[in-house]
């Protein structure tokens, strides 16, 4: 079996025919070069280089999350996009079988066994002949091997569509995924270095997202509205062009009523805080213990308790544990 650890090789080179090697170099530039920051226009390319080397009916890129959640942003299947989604794992299935292997699976391992046990993708009418999913790798925090991370998995509905050839290229490209996401959290870690300001990119909101939506929706009314005025076109299709207007312009103004329902307790609880005392609270959430949170705010341990005791009063909770719970609600806000 192939190791399917989702990083480049340092050393050496992978066992390709010479007309692979010369995509996968082109893919390499054109991904350093114009997919840093892109990630929807990142998972559209490797698709797409990837149905260059063999036949991919279905494409999906998933991340794990939490316990037990993986979350899909991308998907793609008989030349359409899939809806974003998220699934339960159980202790079957692709995802169970990634955690337990820590390699790439092939459908030839056990005929798609693994792939029944699990939740259905792409056309549920049909089912895959040929499969590979690639797991995605990024280094842990302590040291330690590296996490699991997420996968990559490209289906066929035509048999024997796979050969080692290919499954090598799908890795070498899963890698390259795995790179950039990898950057990107490490930019994200260096900036969470920095002192937070008055309008903090530590954590991401609510309030960021529910402002991306509104921003992205109008985007499309906007898009409407130009053809709207660009020419001539049929009625039904002016007609769908207005609706989509409509559509657009509710659901903008939903979302904002929506943070209205948000539970501002959390965030009331948190402002009342000192800065001192918000600086204590925001490290609970991460589980740091007294002499961590001295050493972390360069304080004495004498003020750690003095902070903790009246953090606890303020919130009119009974542990730290409560509090950091509260807390984490607020930052996710």
Same mark, same amino acid.
């Given at each position: 079996?192939?190791?399917?650890?989702?990083?480049?090789?340092?050393?050496?080179?992978?066992?390709?025919?010479?007309?692979?090697?010369?995509?996968?170099?082109?893919?390499?530039?054109?991904?350093?070069?114009?997919?840093?920051?892109?990630?929807?226009?990142?998972?559209?390319?490797?698709?797409?280089?990837?149905?260059?080397?063999?036949?991919?009916?279905?494409?999906?890129?998933?991340?794990?999350?939490?316990?037990?959640?993986?979350?899909? /942003?991308? #998907?793609? @299947? !008989?030349?359409?996009?899939?809806?974003?989604?998220?699934?339960?794992?159980?202790? %079957?299935?692709?995802? *169970?079988?990634?955690?337990?292997?820590?390699?790439?699976?092939?459908?030839?391992?056990?005929?798609?066994?693994?792939?029944?046990?699990?939740?259905?993708?792409?056309?549920?009418?049909?089912?895959?002949?040929?499969?590979?999913?690639?797991?995605?790798?990024?280094?842990?925090?302590?040291?330690?091997?590296?996490?699991?991370?997420?996968?990559?998995?490209?289906?066929?509905?035509?048999?024997?569509?796979?050969?080692?050839?290919?499954?090598?290229?799908?890795?070498?490209?899963?890698?390259?995924?795995?790179?950039?996401?990898?950057?990107?959290?490490?930019?994200?870690?260096?900036?969470?270095?920095? /002192?937070? #300001?008055? @309008? !903090?990119?530590?954590?991401?909101?609510?309030?960021?997202?529910?402002?991306?939506? %509104?921003?992205?929706? *109008?985007?499309?009314?906007?898009?409407?509205?130009?053809?709207?005025?660009?020419?001539?076109?049929?009625?039904?299709?002016?007609?769908?062009?207005?609706?989509?207007?409509?559509?657009?312009?509710?659901?903008?103004?939903?979302?904002?009523?929506?943070?209205?329902?948000?539970?501002?307790?959390?965030?009331?609880?948190?402002?009342?805080?000192?800065?001192?005392?918000?600086?204590?609270?925001?490290?609970?959430?991460?589980?740091?213990?007294?002499?961590?949170?001295?050493?972390?705010?360069?304080?004495?341990?004498?003020?750690?308790?003095?902070?903790?005791?009246?953090?606890?009063?303020?919130?009119?909770?009974?542990?730290?544990?409560?509090?950091?719970?509260?807390?984490?609600?607020?930052?996710?806000?």
């Amino acid at each position: 079996m192939p190791s399917g650890k989702s990083v480049p090789p340092s050393t050496g080179s992978l066992r390709l025919d010479a007309e692979t090697a010369i995509v996968l170099r082109e893919a390499f530039h054109k991904i350093e070069a114009q997919y840093r920051t892109d990630h929807h226009g990142l998972y559209d390319y490797v698709r797409a280089v990837a149905g260059k080397l063999a036949r991919v009916d279905t494409f999906y890129v998933g991340f794990l999350q939490g316990s037990n959640r993986v979350r899909y /942003p991308y #998907g793609y @299947d !008989s030349g359409k996009f899939d809806d974003p989604a998220t699934h339960i794992y159980g202790p %079957s299935g692709q995802t *169970a079988w990634l955690l337990k292997h820590r390699q790439t699976y092939r459908f030839g391992y056990d005929n798609g066994a693994v792939l029944q046990g699990g939740v259905a993708c792409g056309d549920t009418s049909k089912q895959s002949a040929d499969a590979v999913t690639v797991p995605l790798f990024r280094p842990a925090d302590d040291g330690s091997r590296d996490q699991l991370f997420g996968m990559v998995s490209m289906h066929s509905y035509a048999p024997d569509s796979y050969d080692d050839n290919a499954v090598r290229a799908f890795e070498w490209l899963a890698g390259m995924i795995a790179r950039v996401l990898t950057r990107g959290a490490e930019d994200r870690d260096a900036l969470r270095l920095l /002192p937070a #300001g008055e @309008d !903090s990119p530590n954590s991401l909101t609510s309030d960021h997202v529910m402002e991306y939506l %509104s921003n992205r929706i *109008a985007s499309l009314r906007t898009m409407a509205a130009d053809a709207l005025t660009a020419g001539e076109m049929a009625d039904p299709v002016k007609d769908q062009l207005e609706a989509l207007i409509r559509t657009a312009e509710q659901t903008q103004s939903e979302l904002i009523e929506m943070m209205l329902d948000v539970d501002e307790g959390p965030e009331r609880r948190f402002t009342s805080l000192t800065s001192a005392q918000q600086g204590v609270a925001v490290l609970l959430v991460d589980g740091y213990d007294n002499d961590q949170l001295a050493t972390e705010l360069g304080i004495s341990l004498n003020t750690v308790k003095s902070h903790l005791s009246t953090i606890l009063r303020k919130y009119d909770l009974d542990s730290r544990a409560q509090v950091a719970d509260d807390v984490r609600r607020y930052l996710a806000r």
